[in-house]
Nanobody
Framework: QVQLVESGGGLVQPGGSLRLSCTAS????????MGWYRQAPGKQRELVAS???????NYAEFVKGRFTISRDNAKNTLYLQMNSLKSEDTAVYYC??????????????WGQGTQVTVSS
C-alpha cells in the first residue's frame, strides 16, 4: 500500500510564502512523475506544477515565476515553494504520484490534500 501525505498548508497573507511537502510511503521501488494539483471551491482540479524523476519541471502559466517544484528521490518527497501568494491561489492542494512501481505493478496515487488560504 502506498500513501501520500501532504503538509505545510495554512493561512497566509497576500504576498506571503508557504512550502508544501508530500512524502510517499510504502514498498516503493520507483516513482516516475510527481505533481501538485489544486482545486478551489466550485472549480475543477487543475495542474499547478509537475516534475519528472530526472528533475525536469513544468508549470501552469498562473504560477510561473512564483512557485518552484522540487523533489528528493531518496526520500520519496515532493515540495512546492509558493511565493508572492495571491488570494486566487486559495485552494486545496493535492500531491499526485504517477506510475509508482510497487513490486511489478504500476499505479497512480493521490494525497488527501492540504488547504492553502491566502487572505488578509
Amino acid at each position: 500500500q502506498v500513501q501520500l501525505v501532504e503538509s505545510g498548508g495554512g493561512l497566509v497573507q497576500p504576498g506571503g510564502s508557504l512550502r508544501l511537502s508530500c512524502t510517499a510511503s510504502g514498498t516503493i521501488r520507483a516513482i516516475n512523475d510527481m505533481g501538485w494539483y489544486r482545486q478551489a471551491p466550485g472549480k475543477q482540479r487543475e495542474l499547478v506544477a509537475s516534475i519528472t524523476s530526472g528533475g525536469s519541471s513544468n508549470y501552469a502559466e498562473f504560477v510561473k515565476g512564483r512557485f518552484t517544484i522540487s523533489r528528493d528521490n531518496a526520500k520519496n518527497t515532493l515540495y512546492l515553494q509558493m511565493n508572492s501568494l495571491k488570494s486566487e491561489d486559495t485552494a486545496v492542494y493535492y500531491c499526485h504520484a504517477e506510475r509508482v512501481l510497487v513490486g511489478w505493478n504500476l499505479n497512480d496515487y493521490w494525497g488527501q490534500g492540504t488547504q492553502v488560504t491566502v487572505s488578509s
